[in-house]
């Protein structure tokens, strides 16, 4: 069973969350909150696969959600972040990821329609991997209409394919059979063929991984699925 915890200060927004859990079969709700403090107590006391939260509660109505993902990310990274959000803000995805995009996801709330997508959505961050809202995707690449994710190697794109899993350089290394140098020469060289060069390094690493999340969410070539590990 996948345990959630659902953080929401709005009641329909929490009625609505809790009846398309229970439409997923393998899901067990575990805890409902309204604020950020609620949500960090019963996240102690529950120790939950994943919870599924708002971006703005209270006590500021500001990032309350993003609040709850930097908490766990350094105490219990093992727990998984879905942000809900009303509207696509790519901002939002950016200060998610920051760190590593290893189980965290973002989903519009209009996807709760389906709790197919829901449930789609709570297995990649449970097994690990990242969920971007295929929504979000669009607005974060149109800057950049052409990915260019054709021009990688196999290599290349093995790899782009572990950084969107939120693996280090080192676990890519491991994973790949080859040396952590020859990893750094391939994800700068990744960098290039994206045209991704005015950046920090950071927001370069998470941009790529949002570039091949967005290919495989649209089926482009050769993509896998953004929870195929």
């Not at 345990?3 to 709700?29: C, Q, Y």
């Not at 093992?78 to 939002?92: C, D, E, K, W």
């Not at 690493?205 to 999340?213: D, G, N």
């Amino acid at each position: 069973m996948i345990r959630v915890v659902v953080a929401d200060d709005n009641f329909l927004a929490r009625e609505g969350i809790t009846r398309a859990l229970s439409m997923i079969d393998d899901v067990e709700l575990v805890g409902v909150c309204d604020d950020l403090e609620s949500t960090l107590r019963t996240v102690a006391d529950t120790s939950p696969d994943v919870v599924l939260t708002d971006i703005r509660m209270p006590p500021t109505n500001t990032d309350e959600g993003l609040q709850v993902a930097a908490r766990l990310r350094e105490t219990q990274p093992g727990i998984g972040v879905i942000l809900l959000s009303q509207h696509a803000q790519p901002s939002y995805v950016l200060e998610l990821f920051d760190d590593s995009p290893e189980r965290r996801g973002y989903l519009l709330k209009e996807r709760l329609r389906s709790h197919q997508e829901l449930g789609i959505a709570l297995r990649h961050v449970v097994d690990g991997s990242s969920y971007v809202d295929p929504a979000i995707v669009t607005p974060l690449l149109q800057a950049r209409p052409h990915t260019h994710l054709d021009r990688l190697t196999p290599r290349e794109r093995e790899i782009l394919g572990l950084i969107a899993q939120g693996a280090s350089n080192s676990a890519i290394a491991e994973a790949a059979g080859v040396t952590k140098r020859a990893v750094e020469r391939h994800i700068n060289a990744i960098f290039q063929k994206l045209e991704l060069t005015d950046d920090t390094t950071t927001n370069r690493r998470v941009k790529a991984a949002l570039t091949y999340l967005a290919e495989a969410h649209v089926g482009g070539p050769g993509a896998s699925p953004s929870g195929d590990r």
